[in-house]
């Protein structure tokens, strides 16, 4: 329905109103329009008018709906609440009605008319606008879920990846590349703290690189987050920030310090993303350095456990080496003297059996040599798993030393790799008192996977040994063989009796 002469009204006064209606708007407590200046607000009223206007004179509403949603997309995105913008309407109303008023007599046939028609026009206004309003923001609520969705998809698996990765060059990889996809930058670079001074370049990814190995922790923005322990976000980089050490192609950066156990560690930094980083951005890869430094920080304690392991493992062997083979060549030398002096002397006898006695030193030695040569490296151990390093391992010494060799397996299956390599090498603890001193001609490996643990039993028919004398002394490697098991949280059993035997046996959960 047409209502020109309402239109007519409004088109006379429509600065008047404009004007009036912004400041009111501007005044509206705990609102956005506050953020906008009064030319801005006068603009957006005008509009408004001119739509109403429009509405009024022809009848349509295409143009007046058109206007409504290209409204209710711009104060969305702006952040305005669906109140913020209907309040704004209605005041449109009290400026409006002094107008009308002013021209009609009160309570008249005209006015209450007019009024009506006002009435009528900011009801359909208001209807369209809260209708498009919540269903456009139901479907930004349902975006916004998908990408929180996404988002706690894709830091589930990078965390899962990171916690799978045992080396500090694979963990450090995943994070710096990991960081470009979650925020949708061109580069990234972890820095760990060297000491309090400096920061050092781990690993970087993408373009632009950094420029220097090692940057200060003074004068740098990674430098700037560790200190301050936040954030820090330029989207647009003065030159003086290009103390960051980074080359000219610099325009944006977000860097988040890595904390492990209330202690920053060092920094993450992403760089260059097309439309500049966001408090999105902040957030998630807040979110993810968390995890990245945890990541970080137990890959490096892997890795000293694993260098303060080799560092045992190799006073082990020394003290084996001056234990057995250097005492048996010093052995083997004396009895080649004494050969020869026999010799001279013409004792014959004397002579054979020191031959005898020095080859079979010589046999003791090599096969001591074997065993430690073997124990240096058993590559197979990695590659195929526990049951055919045992295997090659009693092919390798045990066999050639002329013992019956036997091993039973039930439901194979492969073990984390540490608890594997600590199976491994108390079996070799166990073989190796099996061929140095129990005599035995046979030896049996029971090895059992279950559900829930793993039963490793080494058996031996030699001369056993008395229990409560062996555990006051500590001998046949009985000492090493438990600190093993006891790091691996297993449980130990030995049982020997003179001239009946051996049986050590280890058990884990897993």
């Known amino acids: 329905m047409k209502h020109t002469e309402l239109a007519t009204l409004l088109r006379s006064y429509q600065d008047e109103i404009a004007i009036t209606w912004a400041k009111s708007i501007q005044n509206l407590p705990d609102s956005r329009y506050k953020e906008y200046s009064l030319g801005e607000l006068e603009t957006w009223a005008s509009h408004w008018i001119t739509n109403i206007i429009d509405k009024l004179n022809s009848g349509s509403n295409q143009l007046l709906y058109e206007h409504v949603d290209r ?16 309040e704004g309407l209605l005041l449109s109303k009290e400026v409006i009605l002094p107008i009308i008023w002013s021209l009609y007599s009160t309570n008249s046939q005209g006015a209450i008319e007019a009024i ?21 923001m139901h479907q930004q609520l349902l975006l916004e879920t998908r990408l929180r969705l996404a988002e706690s998809e894709s830091l589930q698996r990078t965390t899962t990846g990171l916690l799978e990765k045992l080396d500090l060059d694979e963990v450090l990889e995943i994070v710096s590349s990991e960081a470009c996809q979650l925020t949708g930058a061109k580069g990234s670079a972890v820095l760990l703290l060297e000491d309090e001074d400096w920061l050092i370049v781990t690993i970087s990814t993408g373009q632009p690189l950094p420029v220097l190995e090692r940057l200060p922790v003074k004068n740098s923005l990674a430098g700037m987050a560790v200190q301050q322990a936040t954030h820090v976000l330029v989207n647009k980089l003065p030159n003086q920030m290009q103390a960051y050490h980074r080359n000219q192609d610099l325009e944006s950066i977000l860097v ?18 097309q439309e500049g980083f966001s408090k999105d951005d902040v957030r998630i890869l807040n979110l993810f350095a968390v995890q990245a430094a945890i990541a970080i920080e137990n890959a490096r304690l892997r890795e000293q456990a694993e260098q303060l ?28 003297d004494a050969t020869q ?23 003791e030695a090599m096969l001591d040599m ?26 390798a010494v045990e066999a050639r030393s002329g013992i019956h060799t036997n091993i039973q397996v039930e439901d194979e299956r492969r073990l984390p790799l540490p608890l594997e390599t600590e199976l491994y090498r108390f079996a070799q603890e166990a073989l190796t008192n099996a061929v140095k001193h129990s005599k035995a001609n046979e030896v049996t490996i029971w090895l059992r996977f279950e559900d829930q643990r793993v039963s490793l039993e080494v058996m031996d028919d030699g001369i056993g040994f008395d229990m409560m004398t062996v555990k006051k002394s500590g001998g046949l490697g009985i000492k090493s063989m438990q600190e093993r098991v006891k790091q691996i949280e297993g449980e130990i059993t030995i049982e020997s009796t003179p001239g009946e035997g051996t049986s050590v046996r280890v058990v884990v959960e897993i």
């Open 341 to 363: 002096l026999a010799l001279s002397s013409g004792k014959k006898e004397v002579a054979s059996e020191n031959l005898q006695e020095l080859s079979n030193m010589a046999r």
């Open 71 to 86: 409204v209710v997309n711009a104060r969305l995105e702006a952040g305005f609440q669906i109140y913020e913008v209907t």
């Open 370 to 395: 074997r065993t430690l040569i073997f124990e240096l490296h058993p590559p197979i151990l990695e590659k195929e798993g526990l049951v055919a390093a045992l295997q090659t391992r009693l092919e």
């Open 256 to 273: 988040v310090p890595l904390r492990a156990k209330e202690t920053i560690i060092g920094a993450l930094d992403v760089v260059n993303k």
């Open 116 to 136: 009506h028609q006002l009435d009528q026009v900011l009801r359909q206004i208001i209807t369209r606008f809260e209708h498009h309003f919540s269903d456009a």
């Open 309 to 336: 392991a080799v560092m045992k493992e190799r006073q082990r062997l020394a003290r084996e080496l001056h234990d057995s083979v250097t005492q048996a060549l010093y052995s083997v030398n004396l009895y080649a």
